[in-house]
């Protein structure tokens, strides 16, 4: 038997960085989904075949033996292999397992992957043994392999992962879900490059440190923007709320999270109609987002090729974790 | 007898925008001079040939008469026959002038250039006539050709203009001097992309109406901005100095002031070195400022060639208006 279970990555669209501190962010599941297959082996190997991550290979315990690709054991395999052991350990079975990774959602730009994948892994597993877990379980198991990977992250990932739709987090708060009739359309625009968000938050942090009230400053009006532009989703004023994406992202570059790559992209987004872009999730590389009426969207997505970037058309996706029976 | 008199032009380091509702901006005349050369006529004509504005004409009373160039009455030249007859007006004399006027000044692009030809303006037939003005005199003379061109300035440029080094303007309060023993090394980018202040002004005030909450949080932000930025150059901290300008460019960013050419400046600016790196002025074109070792100068000067703008390099000018006889 084999078992698909598939996840939803996430787009920022207000709060990186400040909700560290103070306030809330508005976080989006995407129509862009991480999907893994799980079948059982006679072993205790789990073996993990990942195309998109470039390499497969299996773990026994916690070692990892490659058989293509790097014999680095990098840390989302690892985190993977965690998730596994622990949904297994939950449901009180032990098996081997063949696992086969695959993801519509471009890793380490800042679009959720990693959780997404934690996510499946777990629903994967819970649907291989004919468990019963709930969402809330099944994202505490992948909220565990999002620390091997991130160190302590907020949790927005796995949540907005799991639940789909629309996430309203606060720090030390909590989530809620926020319930649109109506959702605009947008377009990402990916880098490609690469970077750590723990890397930005200790440049935002390093900053705040020689100019905190200067910075305490910033990431209050950062704070006022998320509450205001929920507002405007809920009452679907795009005009507006694309104006508060772009009023965001100068806030975000003067924390110096942007890059002029990011710049670029939002500026040609802009020019060819956007009714606002902005960065999202850490910066420092990663992606930005746009949003774009439907007739504007060739012309948005075009430019930011032309930019240099890689244009994607996102909606938001009501569809949380899902699972199915494969043969 | 011909008299030459020369007034600097001007950079604005922090503050543009936000000093129009709140707080301060901080000043610098700059090593870059409007000059103009005056003597006496046997008519009533005010002879006027300015090269660097591309024509030539004389006034008769308010009526212009282009003798090269557009047959349009140019509001500069509107604004240095006002401030010429006001001046003669003020020595209680009436003649005929040529005046020569030329600029290392690039003018429409925020540097002061209107205000220091009207400065030089009103101080070169002051000399001509032998009179006896005193600087404040002088500027005031020079406000009047201002509000000719800008509609309701604030009295930074010609103020500035008149007495050299650096101005502390509040709106509403006043101008305080500041005496600095060392100066920072700048570089200015120009864009030649040519815009109007009061259209800027609009841009944000429009803004402002939209999202009043918001804006006034950055405004009263880049308030802080001018208040700590003036501390660092008190201390000679450029390091910090230069950070708060990256933050301050950010900042103006977010009200929508910044354009493409400028983003591109700034990065460049950065990437090659400089310390920090802003808009200066009023923004949707015009110039940068970046803050500049003497050792990086040369590559910054470069990088901005190289990204498209026009480098600059500057120092502070402590030389106010000066006057002397030419022959």
Known sequence: MIVEASAPGKVILFGEHSVVYKGSAIVLAINK???VFAEKRNDDRIFMDSEDLGYSGFFIGDEYHPVKGAPWRGRSLTAVNLVSRKTMEKLGVQSGLNLK????IPSAVGLGSSAAICVATAAAIDGLFEGKLSREEICA???EGEKVIHGRPSGVDNNV???GGVLKYEGGVGFEKIILDESPCFVIGNTKQKRSTGRMVQIVSELRQRNQSIVDEIIETLGSISETGLSYLLKHDYKHLGELMDICHGLLTSLGVSTPMLDKLVHASRESGAMGAKL???GGGGCMIALVDEERMAAVEEAIRIAGGSPMRVDVSYEGVKT???D
Do not use: D, K
């Open 280 to 282: 999202t999730g850490a």
């Open 33 to 35: 989904r991480a999907r």
């Open 141 to 143: 198991l992948a909220y």
């Open 324 to 326: 199915r029976r494969v």
């Open 101 to 104: 990774l695959r993801s519509e």
């Open 161 to 163: 992962s799991t639940f």
